[in-house]
């Protein structure tokens, strides 16, 4: 399917590697250049000359730490005119409510959903002016079924989704999309790293871990970058104009809930 957008514009936050990766190429192969961006900027640069090289498209590369204001002016900066804009950042860390202050909220509010917004109102008018664009925010499964360990990321998530929800209604008279993307279990180094959390709380082999929370999954696998990034270009795409304030969960049906 041509997804229509051919010559377009994204910047996509956090995407030298993962989720963030998968929606940058597969926005490159729908035709759109881009701006990419990541704290490393090795394994950015990297990133970037493979998708110029498969591709052909444009790339710009912006290493920076997008949750620090000084990131996100050098993003805002990098991206002036864009038409779609991804975000995504690192999640919080997991643990125990008990664990949890008044600093870690912060920093989780900052990254997960004050960095979201702050992209969203800077970008967002340049695309209602032109009257085209497209919002795909990367939030988490844990929007729609809380993970107890990580509720750091349910309280950003949830936050960033009450935002959107309302937001996503204001901006759509002008052609501007706003949508959220909720991964589920997906085989990046953010998986490889919960399935060492539970390796060594459960005492057994990561492997085992792995095939544990696998067998959890109605697919029996994690997904794929490419099959998460594929999702994405289609709601950046001409096509899903029509698609505002969703939340669309990838997550092999391990919610069990009728909608
Ligand atoms: P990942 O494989 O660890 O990749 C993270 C990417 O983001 C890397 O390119 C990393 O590069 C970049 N990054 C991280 N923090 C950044 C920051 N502050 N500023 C700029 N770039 C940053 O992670 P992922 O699995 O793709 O996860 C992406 C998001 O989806 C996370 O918020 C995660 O919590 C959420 N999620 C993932 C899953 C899953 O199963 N994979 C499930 C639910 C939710 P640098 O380290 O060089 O900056």
């Known amino acids: 399917m041509d997804l229509g957008i051919r010559g377009k514009r994204a910047l996509i936050c956090a995407s030298s590697k993962g989720l963030g990766r998968g929606c940058a190429e597969a926005l490159a192969e729908a035709g759109v250049d881009l701006v990419m961006n990541a704290r490393g900027a090795e394994a950015l640069e990297q ?31 990098a991206a002036q005119g864009v038409d779609i804009l991804v975000t995504n950042a690192g999640g919080p860390p997991p643990g125990l409510w008990t664990d949890w202050d008044r600093e870690d909220f912060i920093r989780a509010l900052d990254a997960n959903m004050l960095t979201p917004i702050a992209l969203m109102k800077a970008l967002v008018p340049g695309m209602m ?12 499964q844990s929007v729609k079924s809380p993970i107890p360990a990580l509720g750091l990321s349910n309280s950003a998530r949830a936050g960033l989704t009450g935002y959107v929800a309302g ?18 279990i997906h085989d990046t180094d953010r998986a490889a790293s919960l399935d060492g959390g539970v390796s060594k709380k459960e005492g057994i082999s990561v492997e085992e871990a792995r095939k544990k929370r696998e067998a959890g999954i109605p697919t029996r696998r ?38």
């Open 167 to 184: 937001t996503s209604r204001q901006v759509a008279p002008s052609g501007v999309t706003i949508n959220n993307l909720l991964p589920g």
């Open 222 to 259: 994690y997904g794929t970058a490419a099959e998460f990034g594929a999702t994405c270009a289609f709601m950046c795409s001409h096509h899903a104009g029509f698609m505002v304030g969703q939340n669309v969960l990838l997550d092999g049906g391990v919610g069990n809930q009728t909608m």
């Open 47 to 77: 990133a970037a000359q493979e998708i110029r090289d498969r591709f052909g498209v444009e790339v710009v590369t912006v290493a920076c730490d997008v949750t620090t204001p000084d990131g996100q002016a050098q993003l805002i900066d």
């Open 129 to 140: 002016e032109r009257g085209w664009g497209r919002v795909v925010n990367i939030t988490s």
